[in-house]
């Protein structure tokens, strides 16, 4: 059976004091597995969420249960933001949903070790970023500020590439991936973008 990005609200429960220990274990769990990875123990992440261990069950019955979900939280925060940086200028646009994918991919890291790559879960992400992005690259080049002979997947691959790499620092992070965009801008641009 193919995960969607639909199940997130199927597999929060109706109850909005069920629903609020969900969304509370998924945020402690999100937290822990980026500062301790994907073993990080399940009682402290029950602990950081003020529920008991066995509400941590009850809503995540095996570890991979609770990386899939945050997982999931995670591809779909990234995807929703492609409609929010939508009002913003084409390029503006899209170099702020990069900078949020690349945010995503740090998040990412640590769940991928405990996360089945096999997964329908994990086979979805490169469909939901592939979705969620294209049209903001198209409208960049729509308007000429985008290089017209760049596909999202190219996109997504150098992200990906840069994102990959143990940088010293944020700062130095931050300034290679100016120079893919840099990559990815149009020769001509026109003043308004």
Not at 35 to 62: H, M, Q, S
Not at 123 to 151: C, F, M, N, Y
Not at 181 to 188: P, Y
């Amino acid at each position: 059976m193919m995960t969607t990005l639909l199940d997130l609200d199927q597999r929060r429960p109706a109850r909005a004091d069920a629903r609020r220990n969900y969304d509370a274990l998924v945020h402690a769990a999100r937290t822990a597995f980026a500062e301790l990875g994907a073993r990080a123990p399940l009682e402290e992440i029950a602990r950081r969420a003020d529920v008991g261990i066995a509400t941590l069950y009850r809503n995540f019955p095996t570890r991979e249960d609770l990386i899939e979900s945050v997982y999931l939280v995670e591809l779909d925060s990234v995807c929703r933001a492609a409609e929010t940086f939508g009002q913003l200028g084409p390029w503006d646009a899209f170099i702020a949903w990069i900078e949020r994918l690349v945010d995503y991919l740090g998040t990412k890291r640590a769940l991928i070790e405990g996360l089945n790559q096999q997964s329908s879960a994990y086979q979805l992400s490169r469909e939901a970023l592939t979705i969620a992005g294209e049209p903001l690259l198209k409208r960049a080049q729509d308007h000429a500020v985008a290089r017209p002979d760049v596909t999202i997947y190219e996109v997504l691959w150098l992200v990906w590439g840069i994102s990959g790499v143990n940088f010293e620092d944020d700062a130095l992070r931050d300034k290679v991936l100016r120079l893919g965009f840099d990559g990815l801008r149009a020769q001509f641009v026109p003043a308004e973008a």
